[in-house]
Nanobody
C-alpha cells in the first residue's frame, strides 16, 4: 500500500511563505495525480492544488496566483506565499494511482500568525 510522508509546515507569519513536500513510498501501481488539500477547524476538507502525471495543474481560487505545485516522480511540493491567517489549516497530501486508489497522508499543521 502506498504511504505518503509529508514535511514542512509549522508556524508562519502573515505575509510569509511555506513549502510543503509529500513523498510517496511503496508505490507499485503508478501514481497519476498528487494533490494538497487542507482542512481548517470546523470546516470541510478542501482541495488546494493538484498536479497530474503530465504536469497539468489545478489551483483553488483561494490560492490561485500565490501557490505553485510541482512534482518530481512521486514527490509533490507545494509552495505558497502571501500567507494569511485564513490559510491556517491541516494540510494533507493525496495521491491517486492507476487503479484509482486514493491514499492520504497524515497531515501537517500550518499556522499563520497575524
Amino acid at each position: 500500500q502506498v504511504q505518503l510522508v509529508e514535511s514542512g509546515g509549522g508556524l508562519v507569519q502573515a505575509g510569509g511563505s511555506l513549502r510543503l513536500s509529500c513523498t510517496a513510498s511503496n508505490v507499485i501501481f503508478s501514481i497519476t495525480d498528487m494533490a494538497w488539500y487542507r482542512q481548517a477547524p470546523g470546516q470541510e476538507r478542501e482541495l488546494v492544488a493538484r498536479i497530474g502525471s503530465g504536469g497539468v495543474t489545478y489551483y483553488a481560487d483561494s490560492v490561485e496566483g500565490r501557490a505553485a505545485i510541482s512534482r518530481d516522480k512521486n514527490t509533490a511540493n507545494l509552495n505558497m506565499g502571501s500567507l494569511a491567517p485564513h490559510d491556517t489549516a491541516v494540510y494533507y497530501c493525496n495521491a491517486i494511482d492507476t487503479r484509482k486508489v486514493v491514499t492520504w497522508g497524515q497531515g501537517t499543521q500550518v499556522t499563520v500568525s497575524s
